[in-house]
């Protein structure tokens, strides 16, 4: 954050709360002069190797609404982990691209 506070020092940083099933979430809103964004932090479980990166930068710059929030706390309560051996055993295309 202390990046972009240099890069944009009229940013603000408010605090959005969200919730995880049996994980826990950072999150915060950046609020900028034309708009806001979201990035949610969220740990999957206590000990979990990694997390989920959840970012909504909307296409109409505004401030968020309620119905946005509420739409994006689904988003975030939604997200299912299938495991990293979902993601090892997937083929990968050769140079070929077959």
């Avoid at 900028?32 to 206590?46: F, I, L």
């Avoid at 689904?74 to 997200?79: E, P, Q, R, T």
Wanted: hydrophobic fraction near 35%.
């Amino acid at each position: 954050m202390a990046r972009f506070k240099h890069d944009e020092p009229d940013i603000q940083f408010v605090d959005f709360q969200a919730d995880y099933p049996g994980g826990s979430v950072f999150a915060k809103i950046y609020r900028r002069s034309n708009g806001d964004e979201y990035v949610a932090y969220v740990d999957t479980a206590p000990g979990a190797k990694f997390y989920f990166i959840v970012s909504y930068d909307p296409p109409v710059r505004a401030l968020a609404t309620d119905a946005d929030l509420t739409a994006y706390r689904a988003v975030i309560k939604s997200l299912h982990c299938c495991g990293p051996r979902v993601i090892e055993s997937t083929p990968r295309p050769n140079e070929s691209g077959e």
